[in-house]
């Protein structure tokens, strides 16, 4: 029998290993963004699942708000990862320091 | 239910295994092509939560919309780019960091004061779940869903202006130079004799 345990306990599994990616990868650009992505799925499904064991419809309509920016999310961060592959030839985390105070 | 809950293991299963390659693989497009793999079989998880519209949304407008452009992304930067290796290896503290993270959300979840609601019984026949969310996302939620769709309207107009390029040789129109232009300035008047051009 499926309960809400379940689910929660599978999306915080796979919330920790979105959090992991983001520390294996931290200097490169486009992994890291996938990691993030990964973090936001665990996040909906916990939404969802609520949802559903709680039978209240604001669990999905927040998951449909968090789809939407995660979408706009990724356009404008991919959008930045072009622009600085143009200009540097490369997407590594770390070269971007010239900022740094 | 049996059946349910294999499915919800066997998905699970899938799920993590996806997850994990995504992080872990050198090759960025089978990175992208599990975090596909990982966000299908999510939408098929979903479906087991009877949420049937967020799951086919998933499926049509965020794998065939959203991770295709990230694709796009990964062959159109991979190709030119040198494997970036690390100085430091930080698979120890992404170890433990995760195992810290499930560790404290698993005890949330086991400890005796979490107690979790019983399984609902399945939708009647004929429920319709976008008919229901839409009931409650176009009247309850008007507000947040505009300010949804101006957020998507930023984004869009920032990933152009970002992106777009103006080449050197692009040739284009200017309407004022255009409605500036006097008849001396295109039309030049002879008498039918031969004359050297100017």
């Not at chain 1, 915080?12 to 996938?34: P, S």
């Not at chain 2, 503290?93 to 560790?103: R, S």
Request: glycine content about 4%.
């Amino acid at each position: 029998m499926l309960s809400l345990t379940h689910f929660m306990l599978l999306s915080g599994a796979l919330f920790a290993i979105g959090v992991a990616g983001v520390f294996v990868n931290r200097r490169h650009a486009l992994v890291l963004l996938m990691s993030l992505e990964l973090i936001l799925l665990a996040v909906n499904t916990n939404f969802i699942a609520a949802s559903h064991y709680l039978q209240d419809l604001a669990g999905q309509a927040f998951a449909l708000f968090v789809l939407t920016i995660a979408a706009a999310e990724i356009a404008i961060g991919l959008a930045i990862v072009v622009v600085v592959f143009r200009s540097r030839e490369t997407i590594d985390a770390e070269d971007l320091s010239e900022v740094r105070g | 239910m049996a059946f349910q809950t294999l499915l919800f293991y066997l998905f699970g299963a899938v799920l993590l295994t996806a997850a994990v390659a995504t992080v872990t693989l050198r090759n960025m497009v089978h990175a992208a092509l599990s975090l596909i793999l990982s966000f299908f079989t999510a939408a098929m998880l979903w479906m087991l939560l009877e949420a049937e519209f967020l799951s086919i949304l998933l499926v049509l407008v965020y794998i065939g919309a959203v991770l295709v452009l990230f694709l796009f992304v990964v062959m159109m930067v991979e190709r030119h780019t040198p494997t970036i290796h690390h100085r430091r290896n930080y698979r120890l503290v992404a170890l433990a960091v995760a195992a810290v993270m499930a560790a404290e959300l698993g005890a949330a979840l086991v400890a005796p004061d979490f107690v979790p609601a019983s399984a609902p019984s399945p939708a009647p026949l004929g429920h319709s779940n976008t008919q229901a969310l839409g009931s409650v996302l176009y009247t309850d939620y008007a507000l947040a869903f505009e300010a949804a769709a101006v957020a998507l309207l930023v984004a869009i107009v920032g990933a152009i202006a970002l992106t777009l390029r103006a080449r050197p040789d692009h040739h284009r129109q200017n309407p004022a130079h255009q409605s500036r232009v006097r008849k001396q300035d295109r039309l030049r008047l002879t008498d039918g004799r031969s004359e050297p051009p100017c």
